[in-house]
């Protein structure tokens, strides 16, 4: 299932669709740009001396929130930035030689989730700067996020973990792809996982040992991160007490579905104050 709600953000921080508020279904969407950050050129060779620590082009982060909370990721595959241009017509993802070194022109690579999943801040970011004369910068394009309200557990006693084995996730196939000891840390164990399938499907997951008690564990980033069917994504978690066999946990989004912003940004410096 699929909602697309339709934003107008002006330099005035003012929402339009025909309603002051944008309605998905029951929840209310609203979106506010939060930031703008742009970097000249620096000094010297390669990241020698950089203004404001980054490479040269702008970079403006905006925040979305729903009303309703659910918000679960950001999905960056299907999102797009159609345009991003100043008022002069200076196509600010357009660029002469490769001056981005955080990814490629669009999206920035590390959105953030509040803690109650009613807000998520992501960065919109171009390679090139604004012409001396421009006062707004322009933005055009959409918006894919992750939304459920409503999880399952399930329950897998006893796994051997040194034995591949596959792990009941819900919508997703997840098993056992790596055990032993992690590249680095203090940790005595690291346990990977290979997830075919939207790896965002999964909330959490826990791992205890034959006593039933948690053990602590840390999530590493994935190795190969994406989203749709087809993807196929490593990831690791770190564990504070080292065990051959241990029940794991999972968590998953039963009711995740897709919300499409459409997004159509005008801001200059002043962020509406």
Same mark, same amino acid.
């Given at each position: 299932?699929?909602?697309?709600?339709?934003?107008?953000?002006?330099?005035?921080?003012?929402?339009?669709?025909?309603?002051?508020?944008?309605?998905?279904?029951?929840?209310?969407?609203?979106?506010?740009?939060?930031?703008?950050?742009?970097?000249?050129?620096?000094?010297?060779?390669?990241?020698?001396?950089?203004?404001?620590?980054?490479?040269?082009?702008?970079?403006?982060?905006?925040?979305?929130?729903?009303?309703?909370?659910?918000?679960?990721?950001?999905?960056?595959?299907? =999102?797009?930035?159609?345009?991003?241009?100043?008022?002069?017509?200076?196509?600010?993802?357009?660029?002469?030689?490769?001056?981005?070194?955080?990814?490629?022109?669009?999206?920035?690579?590390?959105?953030?989730?509040?803690?109650?999943?009613?807000?998520?801040?992501?960065?919109?970011?171009?390679?090139?700067?604004?012409?001396?004369?421009?006062?707004?910068?322009?933005?055009?394009?959409?918006?894919?996020?992750?939304?459920?309200?409503?999880?399952?557990?399930?329950?897998?006693?006893?796994?051997?973990?040194?034995?591949?084995?596959?792990?009941?996730?819900?919508?997703?196939?997840?098993?056992? =792809?790596?055990?032993?000891?992690?590249?680095?840390?203090?940790?005595?164990?690291?346990?990977?996982?290979?997830?075919?399938?939207?790896?965002?499907?999964?909330?959490?997951?826990?791992?205890?040992?034959?006593?039933?008690?948690?053990?602590? =564990?840390?999530?590493?980033?994935?190795?190969?991160?994406?989203?749709?069917?087809?993807?196929?994504?490593?990831?690791?978690?770190?564990?504070?007490?080292?065990?051959?066999?241990?029940?794991?946990?999972?968590?998953?989004?039963?009711?995740?579905?897709?919300?499409?912003?459409?997004?159509?940004?005008?801001?200059?410096?002043?962020?509406?104050?």
């Amino acid at each position: 299932m699929k909602t697309t709600i339709y934003v107008i953000l002006t330099g005035a921080i003012l929402f339009s669709c025909g309603i002051a508020r944008c309605w998905a279904a029951e929840q209310e969407i609203t979106v506010k740009v939060a930031g703008v950050r742009v970097a000249g050129k620096g000094y010297g060779e390669g990241y020698e001396m950089r203004p404001l620590n980054w490479a040269e082009g702008t970079t403006v982060s905006v925040l979305i929130v729903r009303a309703g909370g659910g918000i679960v990721a950001f999905d960056k595959d299907k =999102s797009k930035i159609t345009r991003m241009t100043d008022d002069k017509g200076t196509d600010l993802l357009a660029s002469t030689e490769k001056k981005f070194f955080m990814g490629t022109p669009g999206f920035g690579s590390f959105p953030k989730t509040s803690k109650d999943t009613k807000a998520i801040l992501i960065e919109v970011v171009g390679d090139t700067t604004p012409g001396a004369d421009a006062k707004v910068i322009e933005i055009e394009g959409t918006v894919v996020l992750a939304v459920g309200t409503k999880t399952k557990t399930a329950e897998n006693k006893d796994i051997d973990l040194s034995a591949k084995a596959k792990i009941e996730a819900g919508p997703v196939d997840l098993k056992i =792809s790596e055990v032993g000891k992690p590249q680095w840390g203090d940790e005595p164990l690291s346990v990977a996982f290979e997830i075919k399938g939207n790896p965002s499907a999964i909330k959490e997951l826990k791992f205890f040992d034959g006593e039933g008690n948690e053990i602590k =564990s840390y999530i590493g980033m994935p190795i190969s991160p994406g989203f749709g069917e087809k993807k196929t994504v490593k990831q690791e978690y770190w564990l504070e007490k080292k065990v051959s066999k241990a029940t794991i946990k999972v968590t998953y989004w039963v009711d995740l579905r897709d919300v499409e912003v459409a997004l159509k940004i005008k801001t200059g410096v002043g962020l509406g104050k």
